[in-house]
């Protein structure tokens, strides 16, 4: 057991840190400014990054990433998180577009689509989540029907962030009707600037549109868009949901840990700190942070000694959420009633939260998955 | 990073698992536990196997390992629930190599190490701990007062009366030191820390148990044509103890390296461990007794033993409470010292 960092390690976090701190961001617009003005800002980010090989270091050598070890990725998203930097403005792509490509790409989609992901110059976004399927994904509806040598789609996605910024939609569609529901379902490369697809924003309680609605009317997509072969979508898309949570945990934890410092001064400069409730309350939540930051390395650890994770994997993102409610219910406790105001932070971080146990798996799905895959029980009966 | 055991270490977990199978099993324990007695064969085989002496120095003879062997041991015990006094004795020797002078050092911990001196530490309040698990065996108590002072004292100076517990597989009593003993060292008690990591592990232990027993058991068990376990309300339940048993996993193994490699963190890390795990002992082991029903509350089921282990280790050297108290004084002294930056706006 050694938990500290390696040299190697050190070095890797070091040499970041010296470039986050030599390459200050400027200040992001102002909430006038809008959300356009605000995601050129993110795609600026990350052409500076990626000018200096920081884009994805988890990517291999040959596809221009770094060959970054799991721990070093880690490091790499602690430390965006640390600096107060935003997460580069093509997330999806670098997370998760990428590394399912490098996993069941041919060599010419490999070659066509990568460079761009890593550049900015295409944003992509991800088609999985529809109106009638959501935790159920597998029943989903929107059908790719193949003509000649391309494919023609119809069908409704919705949760699709960032989609009027795309360009590459990765979209799982239903290709054979006779199957069984997770069979029958082909993974495509999707183009978004086409007449058959329309974006259409999502206004969230927060009033901010991070999502959208794709509406999808004989959309074509060539044959040579497929990824992972007609009729192995499922299998494509497990890879992507698994390369999902990865890294992106350790983003979240070093902004809950901020967020957590943050009230925890709040607290201080108000003398709530002396007052046993809030202590206990402020005490609780510094435990699970620390339980959270724990768990991740934990998990990171079984993997790259063991080559597959400990039951912790599971745990981290439902503890982060629902950590990440508590803290931002107790900060209105704390801040008081201005922490109500429209537009304040804590306002927004409050409502925000809200969210957290819902996207990227619903508290109660993951729960299934630690009952069944971790505890072996036995799995309910569903049609 | 590296959370994952030595060879060695693994080792020491492999071998004790087995043997405390064997020789602990559950109707051994239920014996012991009826008839109110430690089991004298089993400290017997601990002791020929150097158990007692696993984290003290080899100068006093002991093994001269580290609180992560040590804690392995705690778990193992705390999942077996051996009979035997083995937690109160060791956490007793902690604190004497830790905080005690030279002479009470000689003095204690050569008997301490070979397990022929039995140990107990518990909290007092003027000069009074109502419950000293290990009590009744003791021959040396250690008394950590609540401001941290500690006492030493033989059990023939001290005033000592056997105590029944709702945790009737170790023994307890209450200890009035008088004004008799000796104040332990300068005091300080930096054992204290390697202590509260001692008995978090033990509860790990404990919780790790009851997930066990329950997933079996809900696997098993049919209700309405099917297996009760796989109704949300009971999966979900089992997934809730899983969180919180590798959550007090996690942050005793963070503690007990932090005491083995020296770090500053130790106190803090301490004292998250025993808050994450006193509180995660006694819902686990609750929630155990709920998802085995009816017959989680007979006598015959053994969930119990657990559930009653739980509230007294969670009791120990102070409950969730008192370490969450514990860890907001530190973070309020960081953050008196820290600058303030970039607070959202109120």
């Known amino acids: 057991m050694d938990l500290t960092f390696s040299p190697s390690e050190t070095a890797f976090r070091d040499e ?39 884009a994805a270091p988890a990517w291999p050598v040959e596809y221009g990433g770094r060959g970054a070890t799991l721990s070093q990725s880690a ?64 029943a989903l509806k929107t059908r790719a029907v193949k003509r000649g040598h391309e494919w023609v789609v119809t069908g409704q996605k919705v949760w699709t962030s960032g989609a009027q910024y795309s360009k590459w939609c990765m979209l799982v569609a239903r290709t054979d009707t006779e199957m069984p529901k997770h069979k029958g379902l082909t993974y495509f490369l999707m183009d978004m600037e086409q007449d058959g697809v329309q974006v259409r924003p999502l206004r969230q309680i927060t009033g901010e549109s991070e999502f959208n609605e794709l509406f999808i009317e004989d959309a074509l997509i060539p044959d040579e868009n497929v990824v992972g072969g007609v009729g192995n979508g499922w299998k494509v898309a497990l890879t992507t949901l698994m390369n999902e949570r990865a890294g992106l945990g350790f983003a979240l934890q070093i902004r809950l840990r901020q967020l957590l410092d943050d009230l925890i001064a709040t607290a201080g400069r108000r003398g709530l700190l002396d007052d046993p409730l809030y202590a206990d309350a402020l005490a609780e939540l510094h435990m699970r942070t620390e339980s959270i930051r724990l768990l991740a390395w934990k998990g990171l650890s079984d993997v790259e000694r063991y080559g597959q994770p400990g039951p912790e994997g599971s745990l981290v993102k439902w503890l982060w959420s629902d950590t990440n409610q508590r803290l931002t219910q107790l900060a209105v406790d704390i801040v008081g009633p201005q922490a109500l105001t429209w537009g304040t932070s804590w306002s927004y971080e409050f409502l925000r939260a809200r969210g957290n146990s819902i996207e990227g798996g619903t508290t109660e799905v993951l729960k299934n998955i630690v009952a069944e895959r971790v505890l072996g029980l036995p799995r309910l009966k569903a049609g | 990073m590296d959370f994952g055991l030595s060879e060695d270490q693994r080792e020491i977990q492999r071998t004790a698992r087995e043997l405390l199978a064997e020789r602990a099993r559950p109707e051994r324990v239920r014996e012991h536990a ?47 629930l051996a009979p035997v006094p083995f937690l109160p004795s060791a956490l007793a020797a902690t604190v004497i190599e830790q905080d005690g002078s030279d002479a009470q050092r000689e003095r204690w911990l050569p008997g301490l190490a070979s397990g022929e001196t039995i140990g107990a530490l518990g909290s007092s309040v003027d000069g009074v701990a109502e419950l000293v698990i290990g ?46 003993g000796e104040e332990l060292g300068a005091g300080a008690c930096s054992g204290l820390g390697r202590s509260l990591v001692s008995v978090s592990s033990e509860l790990v232990g404990v919780c ?125 002294r960081q953050t008196a010292l820290a600058p303030v930056e970039g607070a959202p706006a109120g």
């Not at chain 1, 390459?23 to 000018?51: I, K």
């Not at chain 1, 998203?77 to 999806?92: M, T």
Request: glycine content about 10%; some cysteine; overall charge negative.
């Open chain 1, 75 to 138: 490091i790499y998203f602690e430390e965006l998180g640390r600096a107060r930097v935003p997460l580069p403005a093509n997330v999806l792509g670098l997370l998760l577009g990428g590394p399912t490509l490098m996993t069941w790409g041919t060599p010419e989609q490999k070659e066509r689509y990568l460079p761009p992901i890593l550049s900015a110059e295409e944003i992509w976004c991800q088609g999985f989540s529809e109106p009638d399927a959501g935790s159920d994904l597998a």
């Open chain 2, 135 to 180: 009590g009744r065996e003791a021959s040396v108590f250690v008394l950590i007062h609540e401001d941290g002072a500690g006492r030493l004292l033989a059990a023939a100076d001290a005033d000592v009366s056997p105590v029944d517990t709702v945790d009737p597989t170790r023994s307890a009593a209450r200890v009035s030191a008088g004004g008799a």
């Open chain 2, 34 to 80: 009826e008839a109110g007695r430690s089991d004298e064969a089993l400290w017997r085989e601990l002791r020929e196997l150097g158990w007692p002496g696993i984290g003290v120095s080899e100068r006093y003879g002991g093994q001269g390992l580290g609180q992560i062997e040590l804690s392995i041991l705690c778990e193992e015990l705390g999942r077996s």
């Open chain 2, 208 to 332: 790790d148990r009851a997930l066990q027993m329950t997933v079996e058991y809900v696997k098993d068990r049919k209700q309405f044509g099917v297996p009760v376990g796989s109704f949300q309300a009971v999966s979900h339940r089992c997934a809730q103890m899983l969180m919180d048993t590798e959550r007090a996993r996690s942050t005793a193994a963070y503690a007990a390296w932090a005491a083995d490699s020296g770090s500053e963190q130790l106190a803090e890390a301490a004292a998250m461990a025993k808050a994450t795990a006193s509180d995660a002992g006694r819902e686990v082991t609750a929630s155990a007794i709920q998802a085995h029903g009816g017959i989680g509350f007979t006598w015959e089921a053994d969930v119990h033993w657990l559930y009653k282990r739980a509230q007294i280790d969670a009791a120990l050297l102070g409950g969730a409470k008192r370490h969450r108290a514990r860890l907001a004084e530190l973070l309020a």
């Open chain 1, 16 to 54: 970041l840190r010296e470039w986050l701190a030599a390459n200050r961001l400027q200040d992001a617009p102002n909430g006038a400014a809008g959300e356009d003005a605000h995601y050129a800002w993110r795609r600026d980010w990350q052409r500076r990054l990626y000018d200096a090989g920081w």
